[in-house]
């Protein structure tokens, strides 16, 4: 992604774009897993706040439809599914506590990347 540009109401989000608006699943668990408690938990307090405005906005288009704006912004909020579980429930350990290696599992996309 050249543009890492958002809609004008989430501009604020911008500088996280680059680092957690990724397109697949296999790049989304291979940030998590490979960025710091401190990376996690910063990513998941700029987000959470915006999260029902992210959703009602990227709501406005059919899925496969999203102008590139929206689906940065919709990959962000991806990311956050991905990451929120790892702050909520496991005190911010970027990878599953007590569970064997989970990149053994690679998620097979088809034809759509998001």
């Known amino acids: 992604m050249n543009d890492l540009s958002l809609p004008k109401s989430f501009e604020v989000l911008e500088p996280l774009v680059a680092?957690?608006?990724l397109p697949t699943q296999n790049a989304r668990q291979q940030k998590r897993i490979s960025a710091?408690?401190?990376?996690?938990?910063?990513f998941y307090?700029?987000?959470?706040?915006r999260l029902e405005d992210i959703l009602a906005y990227v709501d406005?288009?059919?899925l496969g439809e999203l102008p590139p704006e929206a689906e940065r912004l919709f990959c962000l909020a991806?990311?956050?599914?991905?990451?929120a579980p790892h702050?909520?429930?496991y005190g911010g350990n970027p990878k599953v506590p007590h569970s064997f290696d989970e990149t053994r599992f690679?998620?097979?996309h088809g034809a759509l990347a998001v």
């Not at 710091?36 to 910063?42: C, D, F, N, Q, V």
């Not at 991806?78 to 990451?83: F, K, N, Q, R, T």
């Open 78 to 83: 991806l990311s956050l599914a991905e990451v």
């Open 106 to 108: 690679v998620a097979d």
């Open 36 to 42: 710091s408690k401190g990376e996690l938990r910063a």
């Open 87 to 89: 702050i909520e429930l």
């Open 19 to 21: 680092s957690w608006a």
């Open 45 to 49: 307090e700029a987000m959470l706040p």
């Open 60 to 62: 406005k288009y059919p």
